[in-house]
């Protein structure tokens, strides 16, 4: 498993600011009323393609959450970059399908005319017994 969550590509732009619920990194973001991230929450919707970065700044790896009020580093990413992201619980998807917002802060399968926001790096299944409710980690591509 890897233990960054920006896997290749460099167009992007870290950032950091507070935010409103606990987030781990690999959540899509997007920004709050309050102007605080928050687990990207319209499914199927539109907005930055923001993804919470783990702090190896003082050696959190990808598991290590933030709790509400954290500051969260992210990466607002261009089209290309590959992150170690979340497939939603009940998931399968194969290499090159279009993905949208789930409205959890995971990705899940492009439906209708609903805004994709990246596509499957590679195949992916959480069906499977093991998957937590928050999904499974996975490679995504930004598009």
Not at 19 to 41: F, S, V
Not at 43 to 50: E, F
Not at 71 to 78: L, W
Not at 100 to 111: E, V, W
Request: with cysteine; glycine share 12%.
């Amino acid at each position: 498993m890897p233990n960054t969550i920006v896997l290749r590509g460099d167009q992007f732009t870290s950032r950091e600011d507070r935010c409103n619920e606990a987030i781990t990194p690999g959540h899509l973001c997007n920004y709050a009323a309050n102007d605080r991230l928050q687990k990207h929450a319209t499914s199927g919707g539109g907005g930055g393609k923001l993804f919470a970065l783990e702090a190896d700044y003082v050696g959190n790896g990808v598991t290590v959450a933030y709790a509400s009020g954290d500051r969260v580093p992210y990466a607002d990413c261009a089209g290309g970059v590959v992150v170690w992201a979340f497939l939603a619980s009940g998931q399968n998807v194969a290499r090159g399908a279009r993905l949208m917002s789930a409205g959890d802060g995971t990705l899940t399968a492009q439906t209708g005319t609903n805004i994709d926001m990246a596509q499957a790096d590679e195949d992916a299944d959480a069906t499977v017994a093991n998957t937590t409710t928050a999904g499974i980690r996975f490679r995504a591509r930004v598009v």
